[in-house]
């Protein structure tokens, strides 16, 4: 996934994700009377097939991931019942006799009359057996643990979107250009130090777990465990790392040649490029982009690739709130914030064969949502209706 429009195969191929997105190809040199938008001609993007966990599978040889099973199992507790038995209380007799021995004095002899009285009986007592039964303790009342939200919950609903505007952390561009592969490798690595230090606390708040991604600036042929080969700048979340194509971006500066306008378009490119597909790497610490996998592989087809391009909508979105937290610092103004703005309106699919990653018109949109809020609330493109994300 880059953040041109190429990011992920088509959602009916199923694998691991790898996103990308190669955006159409740049002008080159300053046509007749100095324009002042200078970028990729209006045309198709040259697009390439992206696997990674979600998505796509074939050129990668992953197959399907199996239907997940109910994520809510029930949970049966038994009800343990305690007899009590009645205990009886047994009668204790207790029988006192009385002896009277026979005296004969020596002299005189008296004689005595004794009539003994009544001999004491002692009757049995009895206890009283209790007449109510002894009460059976109640069950006692468990707390089930609720169950997890649904796929649809956790990309319409995620806490995440609730986390309010970014703060700046004055990121500044770096003053590498690429020229070469070490000063291209400069800029990203720049670049990708403010995302790290603008993005944890919103995560957590969000209720995620940030972990810092990898870049990985590539100059040939580079092994992925998403798609094989890299075929151009992309995320993978596998191994949660960005790819990022030196070699395109300095081939492009080369053709720039020193004119301004041609100069600031790559700078805007490589900006939006990084932030974009950091973008699929919060969806991934969020639950976002492995709930999409899932509801994608679902419905299928058409709904699939809406779902398809939401996702990726959503990344644009996103890493036009980190500019916008620091577009003082950064000075995404002028020419740079010029040519920013026309790569998103002329970066779509519409021209290609595979409607997975938005409309040039739809691109700009969900940009000036990000840029112009600087909030994640802004990038809610789960909930937006369709006509938007086309």
């Known amino acids: 996934m880059s953040n041109q429009p190429q990011y992920g195969p088509p959602p009916q191929q199923q694998g691991p994700y790898q996103g990308q997105y190669q955006g159409p190809p740049p002008q080159y040199g300053p046509p007749p009377g100095g324009p002042q938008y200078w970028g990729p001609p209006q045309g198709p993007p040259q697009r390439h097939p992206a696997m990674g966990p979600g998505f796509g599978w074939g050129s990668n040889g992953f197959p399907p991931p199996p239907k997940k099973k109910s994520k809510a ?42 009539e003994p009285t009544e001999e004491p009986t002692n009757n049995p007592t009895t206890a009283k057996v209790p007449t109510t039964r002894p009460t059976q303790p109640q069950p006692t009342k468990t707390k089930t643990t609720p169950p997890p939200p649904s796929d649809a919950d956790i990309v319409t609903k995620n806490r995440f979107y609730k986390t309010g505007k970014q703060r700046t952390v004055n990121c500044r561009e770096s003053g590498a250009r690429p020229n070469s592969a070490a000063n291209t490798r400069k800029y990203y690595n720049n670049l990708l130090s403010c995302l790290d230090r603008a993005w944890p606390k919103q995560i957590a708040l969000g209720g995620g777990r940030f972990v810092a991604p990898r870049i990985i600036a590539f100059t040939g042929p580079t092994q992925t465990p998403c798609s094989g080969n890299a075929p151009s700048s992309f995320y993978c979340s596998v191994n949660r790392t960005i790819y990022m194509d030196v070699t395109g971006d300095m081939q492009n500066y080369r053709k720039a040649n ?43 087809g058409d709904k699939a690739l809406e779902l398809n391009r939401r996702l990726e909508l959503q990344a644009t979105c996103f890493g036009h709130v980190f500019l916008a937290a620091n577009k003082g610092s950064y000075k995404v103004s002028g020419q740079l914030k010029t040519q920013l703005d026309y790569l998103n309106s002329h970066q779509g699919d519409e021209y290609g064969t595979v409607r997975d990653h938005g409309s040039r018109v739809s691109y700009a949109r969900w940009a000036r949502s990000g840029f112009a809020t600087g909030s994640t609330a802004a990038c809610n493109t789960y909930v937006a209706a369709a006509k938007y994300v086309k």
């Open 258 to 300: 020193g004119y301004g306008p041609g100069v600031a378009f790559v700078r805007a490119d490589m900006t939006d490029t990084v932030t974009h597909e950091f973008g699929h790497h919060i969806q991934n610490m969020t639950g976002i982009l492995d709930a999409t996998q899932d509801l994608e592989y679902d419905v299928g």
């Open 73 to 114: 199992p029930w949970i049966i507790l038994p009800i343990a019942l305690v007899a009590l038995g009645v205990v009886g209380l047994a009668a204790v007799s207790n029988l006192l006799k009385h002896n009277d021995d026979d005296y004969t004095a020596p002299e005189p002899t008296y004689s005595s009359t004794y």
